[in-house]
Nanobody, 123 residues
Framework: QVQLEESGGGSAQAGGSLRLSCVAS????????MGWFRQVPGQEREGIAF????????HYADSVKGRFTLSQGNAKNSLILQMDSLLPEDTAMYYC????????????????WGHGTQVTVSS
């Protein structure tokens, strides 16, 4: 079993920045991959940034491309999401996701979820 611990988030004004972190612990496969999803109440959870197991390939949803940056943290099996040029429509609950294999880009591939951290962007 893998545990995902998120930190960061909070409130910012439009145009500002926030940073999310996620650290995975537990029994982690060599092919373990991580990503970030977000969900607005009443809408489906969407994948916004994800990487393959060695961080060699990073992908972004069109809604965040050019504004958000995904990188590996200093700790092993950790992931950082730097969010710049925030927009009010970025307001959502953000979830860290872990996948035993493949790329954590769609919900059916996700094996583990963090508890979520709220991001609120005011105009």
């Amino acid at each position: 079993q893998v545990q995902l611990e998120e930190s960061g988030g909070g409130s910012a004004q439009a145009g500002g920045s926030l940073r999310l972190s996620c650290v995975a612990s537990g029994y982690i496969y060599r092919t373990f991959a991580m990503g970030w999803f977000r969900q607005v109440p009443g809408q489906e959870r969407e994948g916004i940034a994800f990487t393959d197991f060695n961080g060699g390939s990073i992908h972004y949803a069109d809604s965040v491309k050019g504004r958000f940056t995904l990188s590996q943290g200093n700790a092993k099996n950790s992931l950082i999401l730097q969010m710049d040029s925030l927009l009010p429509e970025d307001t959502a609950m953000y979830y860290c996701a872990g996948c035993d294999i493949g790329v954590c880009s769609v919900i059916p591939d996700v094996n583990y979820w963090g508890h979520g951290t709220q991001v609120t962007v005011s105009s």
